[in-house]
Nanobody, 126 residues
């Protein structure tokens, strides 16, 4: 059974940086996740797409709101994907969820993803 475990969230001041990680366990990772990604959900709002990366790392997709500030990378050998966040803003405050294995064409829709982590809180103070 595949499990995704996020870590690295916390409290940071506006303008600061933070890196969150997602470690995959179970046999599927080494067998191929076509994509891994991150979504976030702020209180009272829907879960929204943040960023995704292909298996090879050659393709990445970012939400307009985080372009130029967030980057994603993955290390297949370590079964881990990283989200590096810089120039953080208070509106980046949310629970960040790791997602894996895109099962349909719409990479931006939460329903397109097969596996989810439990989430890690990121809070940006002003």
């Amino acid at each position: 059974q595949v499990q995704l475990v996020e870590s690295g969230g916390g409290l940071v001041q506006a303008g600061g940086s933070l890196r969150v990680s997602c470690a995959a366990s179970g046999s599927t990772f080494s067998n191929y996740f076509n994509y891994m990604g991150w979504f976030r959900q702020a209180p009272g709002k829907e879960r929204e797409f943040v960023v995704a990366i292909s298996w090879s790392g050659a393709s990445t997709y970012l939400a307009d709101s985080v372009k130029g500030r967030f980057t994603i990378s993955r290390t297949n050998a370590r079964n881990t994907v990283y989200l590096q966040m810089t120039s953080l803003k208070p509106e980046d405050t949310a629970v960040y969820y790791c997602a894996a294995d895109l099962s349909s064409g719409n990479i931006y829709a939460p329903t397109s993803w097969k596996y989810w982590g439990q989430g890690t809180q990121v809070t940006v103070s002003s």
